[in-house]
DNA sequence: GGATGTGAATCTATTCACAGCC
DNA sequence: GGCTGTGAATAGATTCACATCC
């Protein structure tokens, strides 16, 4: 789910699959949660069970980061934690920025959880200037004019808009300008950016949307669905609809005549 | 990125591509762009361009959904827009439940693209009685009691949960109970459900732990940021703490003795 | 005995490159 | 000539199964 340009595994790192990168912030908070109940040593299906995976991924995932166990026992808690936050660079202080402070932005910056692991909200930005000054999760909104120094001063490399749509490439292209090289981007669109900076997305609406997919194929199937497949009250409700193609219902655009033609 | 238990393909399901199911609702937006600005027919090139992916995978994910385009001309966007939106089921209205209306519960009931897409919001569910009646983005919430008959009522499939991390399991064993077979998590947890249920999650800290890791491989390599890599202010400045691994930083557990060891 | 670590096998996804059609 | 559609080739991720070590 990256997107951005490649991102070259960087000339001869030593390659950790992306997938297993993903993976690791996960096994870091079951680990992290273990660790805080004072649990000394877990074994590969124990973690495994925690981070909601399997067990040999895990341990596969574990041997690029090397030999961090123990044959008989299973892997020292601690030891791990310590081991995937270096890993994972959290062992260092990332100041980030956000840049729109709408709905979303706010919420954002309320959220725990970014700045739980490392991560230090440097600066809220916004391009309203009557936000300017006022705190949000204790911090004073700035003004989008200033981005370029706050930046600077704060040594920011990792940036997270929660603009608008429309608004989202000028800030991407800004703050990559001003040596920002990770964003993390929850505004709709595709960002475009030079090599070398990585982007992630996360969007609310394709998530649901795989799941519709999803969904539509479970209540489609009728009885057969798969097997241990619950013939839940809401699939069979779904079914019913199925029927009634009001080409893209609920959109805004135009779509009046749409071809209504059968698949291949 | 998507978790929970496996979900089989469905017994014998026209086996689109996981991969490519997560990249229809890019490719949806790029073309309802084109549909608002009136353009008739595109080429794999150009839609690929304006979805982030390269032409190649485009017309390979295209083929799985049968032959739409035209050769020597390119793609009809109108007929295009249809069919990917039959084939996400986005052509019916899937209501659905948000359970958990705090900070970020309330962004994203208040959040538009939401509701673009044949998602209606039947209604928001907290457990905070003072909340109850409350309006968030114009809909009243109702209290967590009424879940199950709010599920019922309402044939809801698809559940979105933004609770606590500590509430979000038993938040989902109830919304599957009552018939949701589709979840979107936003909980920093790992949910287990029964086989046939979907779930997908959003975690922001995972996005940004994904990032800092790529980040300080890019400081790390120093010069050799791989080729055309910028070797930014920020990735520079970033180089400098490199050494000060002062374990766990900024965490609230216990990080006391961390061994200190080098990798393998 | 018990659990890790890892080659080999398998499955999935991406990319290549070109035949086929407009 | 231009662009799609797709087999074949390649790359990547997951799973298997077992040798290895505590």
């Given at each position: 789910?990256?997107?951005?340009?490649?991102?070259?595994?960087?000339t001869?790192s030593?390659?950790?699959?992306?997938?297993?990168?993903?993976?690791l912030?996960?096994y870091?908070?079951a680990?992290?949660?273990?660790?805080?109940?004072s649990?000394?040593?877990v074994?590969s299906?124990?973690?495994?069970?925690?981070?909601?995976?399997?067990?040999?991924?895990?341990?596969?995932?574990?041997s690029?980061?090397?030999?961090y166990?123990?044959?008989?026992?299973?892997y020292?808690?601690?030891?791990?934690?310590?081991?995937?936050?270096r890993?994972?660079?959290?062992?260092?202080?990332?100041?980030i920025?956000?840049?729109?402070?709408?709905?979303?932005?706010?919420?954002?910056a309320?959220?725990?959880?970014?700045?739980?692991?490392?991560?230090?909200?440097?600066?809220l930005?916004?391009?309203?200037?009557?936000?300017?000054?006022?705190p949000?999760?204790g911090i004073?909104?700035?003004y989008?004019d200033?981005?370029?120094?706050?930046?600077e001063?704060?040594?920011?490399?990792i940036?997270?808009i929660?603009?608008?749509?429309?608004?989202?490439?000028?800030?991407?292209?800004?703050?990559?300008?001003?040596?920002?090289s990770?964003?993390l981007n929850?505004?709709?669109t595709v960002?475009?950016?030079?090599?070398g900076?990585?982007?992630?997305?996360?969007?609310?609406?394709?998530e649901?949307?795989?799941?519709?997919?999803?969904?539509?194929r479970?209540?489609?199937?009728?009885?057969?669905?798969?097997?241990?497949?619950l013939?839940?009250?809401?699939?069979?409700?779904?079914?019913?609809?199925a029927?009634?193609?009001a080409?893209?219902a609920?959109?805004?655009?135009?779509?009046g005549?749409?071809?209504?033609?059968?698949?291949?």
């Amino acid at each position: 789910m990256a997107t951005g340009r490649t991102h070259r595994p960087a000339t001869r790192s030593r390659g950790i699959p992306e997938a297993t990168v993903a993976r690791l912030p996960l096994y870091l908070r079951a680990l992290t949660a273990l660790s805080e109940r004072s649990v000394p040593t877990v074994s590969s299906e124990e973690l495994a069970a925690a981070a909601g995976v399997n067990s040999a991924k895990l341990r596969k995932d574990f041997s690029y980061l090397g030999s961090y166990g123990t044959r008989g026992v299973g892997y020292d808690v601690e030891y791990l934690v310590y081991q995937i936050s270096r890993e994972l660079g959290l062992t260092q202080d990332w100041p980030i920025v956000m840049v729109g402070i709408g709905n979303l932005g706010a919420a954002l910056a309320n959220y725990g959880g970014f700045a739980s692991r490392g991560f230090r909200v440097a600066a809220l930005i916004d391009a309203d200037p009557s936000m300017v000054g006022k705190p949000v999760a204790g911090i004073p909104v700035q003004y989008i004019d200033d981005l370029e120094r706050i930046i600077e001063e704060n040594g920011v490399s990792i940036g997270v808009i929660a603009t608008p749509a429309g608004a989202a490439q000028q800030v991407c292209d800004r703050l990559v300008a001003a040596g920002v090289s990770s964003i993390l981007n929850f505004a709709p669109t595709v960002l475009s950016v030079p090599d070398g900076v990585d982007v992630r997305k996360v969007d609310l609406s394709i998530e649901l949307q795989i799941l519709a997919f999803h969904e539509q194929r479970k209540a489609g199937e009728d009885g057969a669905v798969g097997e241990a497949g619950l013939p839940s009250a809401a699939a069979v409700r779904a079914a019913a609809p199925a029927t009634a193609p009001a080409a893209t219902a609920g959109r805004k655009g135009p779509d009046g005549d749409v071809p209504a033609v059968m698949p291949a």
